[in-house]
């Protein structure tokens, strides 16, 4: 046994720990829904590392009349849209790679998922929206698609002429299965699972835990960004696949109540609700929970540090449950 240090925890990692590949495929993704009744595409133990591969959210037809070129079309995706039955898709849009079951995984345990290394898959991205979608879709009462060339040694994208977007890749999708009661959950609001957090925080060097809900925990990610700004309001970001380097690691009957997520400097506590001062509510309810559980700290103090030191940040507007994330700096906490 080796022993690592990460995300504030000693966690004892096997020396036999592997690396499994997982493309996308349609016999290896969740389309719009994650599932504790789903089948695992892949079974690995704690510990293991994955090697996950995600395709955009939009279909060959739609990229190539908005003017991607046929050649430069993923082949998975067109497997993928061809061999999915319509049956297997919905409720909602999301192409999720998964699910990945975790041997030993048992609701009340957490799952903890190191993101080692997140790269760009193809050339472009694209941004849309629609009317009934966004924040603003009364002012904006049709639709578009922008395509957007990405730079991936310089790591911007040509955004228009004259502007350039810092490239920042994460997944807008990762999550696990809901309680079996939730049945075939819709992809696109966030909730207790995680799933579609559109949390821009969530970057390579970020560590995500998420509350065990079903037997296997049964991950899914997708939905790549390159890059998006908070609220992502117009009910998109620069989607485009994505390649994950993601390492798991299972702390029994060790309980989260709601996903939480931490930074090499900072924690992060996260809500979701349709209400936004509800998602406020339970993102600071996150937060004074892991001080008072991990940092000792009384729920008066904790309640005031989150006052004083912590910063409410909006992540996203526009599924239907808002986001919420509450971020407290670690350098608050004098090392001893």
């Known amino acids: 046994m080796r022993v690592l240090f990460l995300a504030g925890l000693l966690v004892a990692a096997p020396v036999s720990a592997k690396t499994y590949d997982l493309p996308a495929t349609p016999q290896t993704v969740a389309w719009g829904h994650y599932d504790a009744t789903d089948k695992p595409a892949l079974t690995i133990k704690s510990g293991d590392t994955v090697v996950v591969h995600t395709l955009l959210t939009s279909s060959p037809?739609?990229?190539?009349?908005?003017?991607?070129?046929?050649?430069?079309?993923?082949?998975?995706?067109?497997?993928?849209?061809?061999?999915?039955?319509?049956?297997?898709?919905?409720?909602?849009?999301?192409?999720?790679?998964?699910?990945?079951?975790?041997?030993?995984?048992?609701?009340?345990?957490?799952?903890?998922?190191?993101?080692?290394?997140?790269?760009?898959?193809?050339?472009?991205?694209?941004?849309?929206?629609?009317?009934?979608?966004?924040?603003?879709?009364?002012?904006?009462?049709?639709?578009?698609?922008?395509?957007?060339?990405?730079?991936?040694?310089?790591?911007v994208a040509a955004f228009a002429p004259g502007i350039e977007v810092p490239l920042h890749p994460f997944f807008g999708s990762m999550g696990v299965a809901p309680p079996l009661a939730f049945g075939r959950y819709d992809s696109a609001p966030p909730s207790i699972n995680g799933g579609n957090m559109d949390d821009k925080a969530l970057v390579a060097g970020t560590t995500l835990f998420l509350p065990v809900h079903a037997t296997g925990a049964l991950f899914q990610v997708g939905d790549g960004h390159a890059a998006q700004g908070n609220g992502e309001v117009d009910i998109t970001a620069l989607e485009t696949s994505l390649t994950g380097t993601l390492e798991f690691v299972l702390h029994k009957g060790v309980k989260s109540p709601y996903p939480r997520a931490e930074t090499p400097d900072a924690y992060i506590a996260m809500g979701f609700d349709d209400d936004l001062s509800n998602a406020t509510r339970k993102a600071l309810r996150n937060m004074l929970d892991f001080l008072v559980t991990e940092k000792g700290m009384s729920r008066d103090d904790a309640y005031m540090l989150m006052s004083v030191a912590g910063d409410v940040e909006i992540t996203e507007l526009v599924d239907r449950n808002k986001g919420v994330h509450v971020v407290l700096k670690k350098a608050v906490f004098l090392a001893r």
Request: aromatic share 8%; net charge neutral.
């Open 61 to 155: 037809t739609r990229l190539e009349k908005s003017g991607v070129a046929a050649q430069d079309v993923e082949p998975a995706l067109r497997a993928v849209f061809d061999g999915v039955p319509a049956a297997s898709r919905g409720p909602g849009g999301h192409i999720l790679t998964g699910p990945i079951a975790i041997e030993g995984a048992e609701p009340g345990d957490t799952l903890e998922v190191r993101i080692r290394k997140i790269d760009l898959a193809i050339p472009y991205a694209y941004n849309a929206f629609g009317y009934g979608t966004g924040f603003l879709t009364d002012d904006f009462p049709y639709s578009r698609i922008k395509i957007v060339p990405l730079d991936k040694r310089r790591m």
